[in-house]
């Protein structure tokens, strides 16, 4: 079943435009209707951005490192020793000691 749009008036002056009526029903339409032309294709092209919020896990490590410093000084200390020596001295003298 084909449909036409018929556009002219008819004696009644009835509009008949928009009506929509069989190419076998509609008087107007019997000499002024053709086939529809198949046009070119046309293509519209929507760009559509998405936007997307990923969570990155970064697991960080503190590392304490503990530096256990000696630092060694010396200081003196003073000792102190003492000796005694002995020592004999005989003379020749006449005493029997």
Not at 35 to 53: A, D, G, K, S, T
Not at 76 to 95: A, F, K, L
């Amino acid at each position: 079943m084909f449909i036409n749009r018929c556009y002219e008036k008819d004696n009644s002056g009835t509009n008949m435009n928009n009506m929509v009526n069989d190419v076998n029903t509609c008087p107007y339409c019997q000499q002024c209707c053709c086939q529809p032309i198949m046009e070119c294709p046309q293509e519209r092209v929507c760009h559509r951005e998405m936007c997307y919020e990923v969570p990155h896990i970064i697991p960080i490590n503190t590392r304490i490192v503990n530096h256990h410093i000696y630092k060694h000084t010396y200081q003196p200390m003073y000792t102190c020793t003492m000796e005694d020596e002995v020592c004999n001295v005989y003379d020749q003298c006449g005493g029997n000691f």
